[in-house]
Structure formats: structure tokens, C-alpha cells
């Protein structure tokens, strides 16, 4: 992974398994992200409620590269 972000949803509330390239930053709740699950929902996908609450594990990455992407994680708060 060169650059980017992936959001990873679990389906039981707890981070997934991360590669070890990753490095773990910090917890925190981004704001693009609700706009993000807002503008899913009007477009027809189906945006569980749950995801509108809950922080963000937020790990850095990939180190094999230049390390400039990141996972967000979602956990249940």
C-alpha cells in the first residue's frame, strides 16, 4: 500500500487483525467519516446505526513502503 485509506468495519465491534507493517497511532473519531456514511446512506447503501458511534483505531502504514497509508479501524465505543 503506497497511500490511502482503508476503513475496516468488524462485525463484532473489536478492531481486526492488523499486519505487523502497520504501526498503531492512535484512537479518535475522524469527522470526514460521518460525512462519509451520510452520503453512503442517501445513495441507497445500507449504513448500519451502530457505525454512527464508535472510534477509530488508527494504524499507519504499510512500512515495507513509504509508509503514507493508513487503516481506520472501527470499534465499538
Not at 513502503?65 to 487503516?71: H, Q
Amino acid at each position: 500500500m503506497k497511500r490511502g485509506t482503508i476503513i475496516a468495519y468488524g462485525g463484532n465491534g473489536r478492531p481486526p487483525a492488523i499486519l505487523p507493517t502497520f504501526r498503531f497511532d492512535c484512537s479518535y473519531r475522524p469527522p470526514w467519516v460521518e460525512i462519509y456514511l451520510r452520503q453512503l446512506a442517501r445513495l441507497g447503501f445500507a449504513v448500519p446505526d451502530a457505525l454512527h458511534g464508535g472510534v477509530y483505531r488508527r494504524y499507519s502504514g504499510d512500512l515495507t513502503e513509504v509508509g503514507k497509508g493508513e487503516i481506520l479501524a472501527w470499534t465499538s465505543a
